[in-house]
Protein backbone atom coordinates (compact mmCIF):
# COMPACT_ATOMS: atom_id res chain seq x y z
CA UNK A 1 0.00 0.00 0.00
CA UNK A 2 1.41 3.44 -0.92
CA UNK A 3 0.48 6.17 1.25
CA UNK A 4 -0.68 9.01 -0.75
CA UNK A 5 0.13 12.67 0.12
CA UNK A 6 -2.55 15.48 0.30
CA UNK A 7 -1.96 18.14 -1.69
CA UNK A 8 -4.13 20.68 0.39
CA UNK A 9 -7.03 20.54 2.91
CA UNK A 10 -8.76 21.02 -0.35
CA UNK A 11 -8.34 17.46 -1.53
CA UNK A 12 -10.25 14.37 -0.28
CA UNK A 13 -9.15 11.57 1.27
CA UNK A 14 -9.90 9.18 -1.29
CA UNK A 15 -9.57 5.20 -2.49
CA UNK A 16 -6.33 5.12 -4.76
CA UNK A 17 -7.19 4.30 -8.08
CA UNK A 18 -4.19 2.61 -9.18
CA UNK A 19 -2.35 -0.04 -6.78
CA UNK A 20 0.67 -1.56 -7.43
CA UNK A 21 0.86 -5.31 -5.78
CA UNK A 22 3.90 -7.83 -6.17
CA UNK A 23 2.72 -11.07 -6.93
CA UNK A 24 4.82 -13.72 -7.58
CA UNK A 25 6.00 -14.64 -10.94
CA UNK A 26 4.61 -17.36 -12.96
CA UNK A 27 7.14 -20.50 -13.75
CA UNK A 28 9.47 -19.39 -16.56
CA UNK A 29 8.25 -21.33 -19.93
CA UNK A 30 11.03 -20.10 -22.19
CA UNK A 31 12.92 -23.09 -23.28
CA UNK A 32 16.65 -23.85 -23.06
CA UNK A 33 18.47 -26.64 -24.77
CA UNK A 34 18.82 -29.43 -22.47
CA UNK A 35 21.00 -32.87 -23.06
CA UNK A 36 19.53 -36.12 -21.48
CA UNK A 37 21.92 -37.65 -18.50
CA UNK A 38 23.54 -39.75 -21.07
CA UNK A 39 23.67 -37.17 -23.82
CA UNK A 40 21.67 -39.00 -26.12
CA UNK A 41 20.00 -35.94 -27.27
CA UNK A 42 19.44 -31.91 -26.52
CA UNK A 43 16.02 -31.29 -26.32
CA UNK A 44 13.72 -27.90 -25.22
CA UNK A 45 13.23 -27.57 -21.65
CA UNK A 46 10.96 -24.62 -20.30
CA UNK A 47 13.42 -22.59 -18.37
CA UNK A 48 11.74 -23.48 -14.63
CA UNK A 49 12.64 -27.13 -15.25
CA UNK A 50 16.14 -26.56 -16.22
CA UNK A 51 18.35 -29.59 -15.95
CA UNK A 52 19.45 -32.97 -17.17
CA UNK A 53 16.86 -35.51 -17.33
CA UNK A 54 16.31 -39.02 -18.63
CA UNK A 55 15.42 -40.06 -22.33
CA UNK A 56 14.52 -43.49 -21.73
CA UNK A 57 16.96 -45.11 -24.08
CA UNK A 58 19.45 -47.65 -22.73
CA UNK A 59 22.28 -45.75 -21.50
CA UNK A 60 25.30 -47.13 -23.65
CA UNK A 61 28.05 -46.22 -21.60
CA UNK A 62 31.09 -48.18 -22.26
CA UNK A 63 31.78 -50.25 -18.83
CA UNK A 64 35.12 -50.97 -17.11
CA UNK A 65 35.13 -54.69 -19.26
CA UNK A 66 35.84 -52.86 -22.46
CA UNK A 67 34.00 -54.82 -24.39
CA UNK A 68 30.20 -53.95 -23.44
CA UNK A 69 27.86 -50.94 -22.74
CA UNK A 70 25.49 -50.63 -20.27
CA UNK A 71 21.99 -51.45 -21.05
CA UNK A 72 20.39 -49.58 -17.77
CA UNK A 73 18.34 -46.67 -18.63
CA UNK A 74 19.70 -43.76 -19.65
CA UNK A 75 20.67 -42.43 -15.99
CA UNK A 76 22.41 -40.51 -13.68
CA UNK A 77 26.42 -40.77 -12.94
CA UNK A 78 27.10 -39.60 -9.90
CA UNK A 79 27.99 -40.77 -6.46
CA UNK A 80 26.42 -44.17 -5.66
CA UNK A 81 24.95 -44.07 -9.31
CA UNK A 82 26.76 -46.31 -11.44
CA UNK A 83 26.41 -47.93 -14.85
CA UNK A 84 25.74 -51.88 -14.36
CA UNK A 85 28.21 -54.78 -14.35
CA UNK A 86 29.25 -56.67 -16.63
CA UNK A 87 28.40 -60.39 -16.04
CA UNK A 88 29.50 -62.27 -19.16
CA UNK A 89 32.76 -64.72 -19.93
CA UNK A 90 35.78 -63.78 -21.75
CA UNK A 91 34.48 -64.05 -25.50
CA UNK A 92 37.53 -63.02 -27.01
CA UNK A 93 38.68 -65.26 -29.66
CA UNK A 94 41.25 -67.64 -28.46
CA UNK A 95 44.68 -68.50 -29.40
CA UNK A 96 44.82 -70.90 -32.80
CA UNK A 97 44.89 -74.57 -31.71
CA UNK A 98 43.56 -73.45 -28.12
CA UNK A 99 40.95 -75.55 -26.58
CA UNK A 100 39.89 -74.13 -23.62
CA UNK A 101 38.07 -71.37 -22.13
CA UNK A 102 39.52 -67.73 -20.71
CA UNK A 103 40.43 -68.24 -17.40
CA UNK A 104 39.26 -64.57 -16.23
CA UNK A 105 35.12 -63.22 -16.86
CA UNK A 106 34.87 -60.34 -19.40
CA UNK A 107 37.87 -58.72 -19.24
CA UNK A 108 39.39 -55.48 -21.20
CA UNK A 109 43.20 -55.73 -22.92
CA UNK A 110 44.52 -59.56 -24.03
CA UNK A 111 43.52 -63.03 -22.76
CA UNK A 112 46.34 -64.11 -20.20
CA UNK A 113 48.07 -66.90 -21.63
CA UNK A 114 46.74 -70.50 -21.34
CA UNK A 115 47.86 -72.13 -17.96
CA UNK A 116 46.08 -75.62 -19.06
CA UNK A 117 47.91 -78.40 -20.70
CA UNK A 118 47.34 -80.59 -23.88
CA UNK A 119 47.73 -84.11 -23.98
CA UNK A 120 48.46 -86.06 -27.40
CA UNK A 121 49.57 -88.56 -28.90
CA UNK A 122 53.72 -88.00 -30.23
CA UNK A 123 54.08 -88.39 -34.18
CA UNK A 124 54.86 -91.96 -33.83
CA UNK A 125 51.70 -92.68 -31.57
CA UNK A 126 54.15 -94.34 -29.01
CA UNK A 127 54.18 -91.65 -26.33
CA UNK A 128 51.39 -89.42 -24.50
CA UNK A 129 52.96 -86.16 -24.52
CA UNK A 130 51.67 -83.26 -21.85
CA UNK A 131 52.63 -79.35 -23.28
CA UNK A 132 51.98 -76.43 -22.05
CA UNK A 133 48.75 -75.50 -24.31
CA UNK A 134 50.52 -71.79 -24.46
CA UNK A 135 53.72 -72.98 -25.80
CA UNK A 136 52.37 -75.24 -28.81
CA UNK A 137 49.41 -72.54 -29.90
CA UNK A 138 52.93 -69.95 -29.64
CA UNK A 139 55.03 -71.70 -31.82
CA UNK A 140 55.95 -71.24 -34.82
CA UNK A 141 55.56 -74.42 -37.37
CA UNK A 142 58.68 -76.26 -36.90
CA UNK A 143 58.49 -75.97 -33.06
CA UNK A 144 55.35 -77.45 -33.42
CA UNK A 145 56.82 -80.99 -34.85
CA UNK A 146 59.55 -80.90 -32.20
CA UNK A 147 56.98 -80.48 -29.01
CA UNK A 148 55.18 -83.35 -30.79
CA UNK A 149 57.68 -85.71 -30.86
CA UNK A 150 58.76 -88.11 -28.44
CA UNK A 151 62.77 -87.64 -29.52
CA UNK A 152 62.95 -91.49 -29.52
CA UNK A 153 63.87 -93.30 -32.89
CA UNK A 154 61.52 -93.41 -35.32
CA UNK A 155 60.20 -97.15 -34.89
CA UNK A 156 58.65 -97.90 -38.19
CA UNK A 157 60.81 -99.79 -41.08
CA UNK A 158 61.72 -98.88 -44.37
CA UNK A 159 61.13 -101.16 -47.15
CA UNK A 160 64.61 -102.14 -47.52
CA UNK A 161 63.93 -103.95 -43.96
CA UNK A 162 66.12 -101.13 -42.07
CA UNK A 163 64.32 -98.96 -38.85
CA UNK A 164 64.29 -95.67 -40.17
CA UNK A 165 67.18 -93.65 -38.31
CA UNK A 166 65.11 -90.34 -38.25
CA UNK A 167 63.72 -89.17 -33.90
CA UNK A 168 59.70 -89.81 -34.48
CA UNK A 169 58.53 -87.81 -36.63
CA UNK A 170 55.27 -86.27 -38.50
CA UNK A 171 54.37 -87.72 -41.72
CA UNK A 172 55.91 -90.49 -43.65
CA UNK A 173 59.63 -91.86 -43.06
CA UNK A 174 62.16 -90.86 -45.49
CA UNK A 175 63.11 -93.82 -47.60
CA UNK A 176 67.03 -92.73 -48.11
CA UNK A 177 68.13 -95.40 -46.18
CA UNK A 178 71.56 -94.23 -44.52
CA UNK A 179 72.15 -97.42 -42.83
CA UNK A 180 75.85 -99.02 -43.66
CA UNK A 181 75.77 -102.09 -45.43
CA UNK A 182 79.10 -104.01 -46.16
CA UNK A 183 80.07 -105.07 -50.05
CA UNK A 184 82.41 -107.68 -51.10
CA UNK A 185 83.75 -108.51 -54.27
CA UNK A 186 83.15 -111.57 -54.97
CA UNK A 187 86.15 -113.49 -53.60
CA UNK A 188 85.12 -111.67 -50.39
CA UNK A 189 88.76 -110.55 -49.64
CA UNK A 190 87.61 -106.75 -50.28
CA UNK A 191 84.46 -105.30 -48.47
CA UNK A 192 83.61 -101.90 -48.62
CA UNK A 193 80.53 -99.97 -46.76
CA UNK A 194 77.48 -98.14 -48.73
CA UNK A 195 74.62 -96.43 -47.67
CA UNK A 196 71.96 -98.91 -47.89
CA UNK A 197 70.03 -96.71 -49.95
CA UNK A 198 72.78 -96.81 -52.52
CA UNK A 199 73.92 -100.64 -52.50
CA UNK A 200 72.21 -102.19 -55.33
CA UNK A 201 73.76 -99.89 -57.74
CA UNK A 202 77.48 -100.47 -55.99
CA UNK A 203 79.97 -103.40 -57.37
CA UNK A 204 82.91 -104.58 -55.42
CA UNK A 205 85.14 -105.68 -58.33
CA UNK A 206 88.16 -107.54 -57.02
CA UNK A 207 91.70 -106.13 -57.59
CA UNK A 208 94.96 -107.07 -58.34
CA UNK A 209 95.63 -108.18 -55.06
CA UNK A 210 92.76 -110.45 -55.34
CA UNK A 211 93.98 -112.46 -58.21
CA UNK A 212 97.26 -112.33 -57.12
CA UNK A 213 95.46 -114.16 -53.28
CA UNK A 214 93.54 -116.50 -55.44
CA UNK A 215 96.56 -117.61 -57.43
CA UNK A 216 98.49 -118.15 -54.46
CA UNK A 217 95.50 -120.14 -52.71
CA UNK A 218 94.99 -122.53 -55.67
CA UNK A 219 99.07 -123.34 -55.57
CA UNK A 220 98.83 -123.42 -52.09
CA UNK A 221 95.94 -126.16 -51.97
CA UNK A 222 98.00 -127.80 -55.36
CA UNK A 223 100.77 -128.28 -52.61
CA UNK A 224 98.54 -129.33 -50.05
CA UNK A 225 97.00 -132.13 -52.60
CA UNK A 226 100.20 -133.71 -53.51
CA UNK A 227 101.38 -133.76 -49.96
CA UNK A 228 98.35 -135.17 -48.92
CA UNK A 229 98.81 -138.12 -51.92
CA UNK A 230 102.48 -138.42 -50.91
CA UNK A 231 101.53 -139.10 -47.29
CA UNK A 232 98.88 -141.34 -48.47
CA UNK A 233 100.83 -143.76 -50.55
CA UNK A 234 104.02 -143.72 -47.64
CA UNK A 235 101.68 -145.50 -45.45
CA UNK A 236 100.25 -147.88 -47.83
CA UNK A 237 103.82 -148.72 -48.69
CA UNK A 238 104.46 -149.26 -44.78
CA UNK A 239 101.94 -150.95 -43.86
CA UNK A 240 102.61 -153.30 -46.99
CA UNK A 241 105.83 -153.67 -45.54
CA UNK A 242 105.19 -154.21 -42.24
CA UNK A 243 102.53 -157.31 -43.10
CA UNK A 244 105.28 -158.60 -45.13
CA UNK A 245 107.75 -158.48 -42.22
CA UNK A 246 104.53 -160.54 -40.46
CA UNK A 247 104.04 -162.50 -42.85
CA UNK A 248 107.86 -163.97 -42.65
CA UNK A 249 108.51 -163.67 -39.08
CA UNK A 250 105.12 -165.49 -38.43
CA UNK A 251 106.64 -169.01 -38.98
CA UNK A 252 109.22 -168.63 -36.47
CA UNK A 253 107.09 -166.48 -33.73
CA UNK A 254 104.00 -169.64 -34.10
CA UNK A 255 107.17 -172.05 -33.22
CA UNK A 256 107.50 -169.67 -30.53
CA UNK A 257 104.47 -168.82 -29.44
CA UNK A 258 104.04 -173.07 -29.50
CA UNK A 259 105.14 -173.38 -25.87
CA UNK A 260 102.90 -170.82 -24.47
CA UNK A 261 100.16 -172.09 -26.24
CA UNK A 262 99.47 -175.12 -23.79
CA UNK A 263 99.41 -172.74 -21.19
CA UNK A 264 96.42 -170.43 -22.51
CA UNK A 265 95.14 -173.54 -23.73
CA UNK A 266 93.86 -174.20 -20.23
CA UNK A 267 92.59 -170.74 -20.04
CA UNK A 268 90.33 -171.72 -22.70
CA UNK A 269 90.44 -171.99 -26.85
CA UNK A 270 89.00 -168.26 -27.30
CA UNK A 271 92.73 -167.09 -27.66
CA UNK A 272 94.16 -169.69 -30.12
CA UNK A 273 90.94 -169.27 -32.29
CA UNK A 274 91.05 -165.30 -32.24
CA UNK A 275 94.85 -165.36 -33.41
CA UNK A 276 93.55 -168.27 -36.57
CA UNK A 277 90.87 -165.98 -37.93
CA UNK A 278 93.32 -162.85 -37.79
CA UNK A 279 95.43 -164.24 -40.28
CA UNK A 280 92.50 -165.51 -41.84
CA UNK A 281 91.35 -162.03 -42.53
CA UNK A 282 95.10 -160.10 -43.15
CA UNK A 283 95.81 -162.32 -45.77
CA UNK A 284 92.90 -160.92 -47.82
CA UNK A 285 93.47 -157.23 -46.51
CA UNK A 286 96.89 -157.27 -47.51
CA UNK A 287 95.65 -158.31 -50.80
CA UNK A 288 92.89 -156.19 -51.23
CA UNK A 289 95.37 -152.58 -49.81
CA UNK A 290 97.99 -153.75 -52.46
CA UNK A 291 95.12 -153.54 -54.79
CA UNK A 292 94.10 -150.67 -53.56
CA UNK A 293 97.42 -148.88 -53.77
CA UNK A 294 98.12 -149.72 -57.63
CA UNK A 295 94.79 -148.66 -58.57
CA UNK A 296 95.38 -145.07 -56.94
CA UNK A 297 98.84 -144.98 -58.49
CA UNK A 298 97.85 -145.50 -61.75
CA UNK A 299 95.07 -143.27 -61.36
CA UNK A 300 97.11 -140.31 -60.14
CA UNK A 301 100.11 -140.87 -62.19
ZN1 LIG B 1 19.33 -40.15 -22.54
ZN1 LIG C 1 31.69 -57.20 -20.71
ZN1 LIG D 1 24.70 -46.66 -17.53
ZN1 LIG E 1 44.44 -73.49 -24.01
ZN1 LIG F 1 39.91 -63.50 -22.02
ZN1 LIG G 1 57.15 -90.80 -30.89
ZN1 LIG H 1 68.12 -99.87 -45.41
ZN1 LIG I 1 60.39 -92.74 -39.65
Same mark, same amino acid.
Given at each position: MVKVQLAGPWEQRSEPAFVQKALPCPPCQVPIPTACFGEHEVSPVPCHLQGPFSCRRPCGRPLTCGN?? #??????? &?????KCEVCDEGCSKPRPPGCPHACSRPCHPGNCPPCSQMIRQRCHCKISMLYVECTKLTSAAEQTKVELGSCNNQCPKELSCGHRCKQVCHPGVCEEKCQQKVKLRCPCKRLKKEFPCSLSDQCVV????? #??????? &????????????QEEEQKKLQEELEAFEKRQQRGGGRRSKKRGRREEV???GGGGRWWRRCGVLVLVPLGGALLSAAAFYLLNTA
Open positions: HT #CSVECHL &VAGGNQCDEA #CRDQQRK &VSQVKEAEQRAAEEE
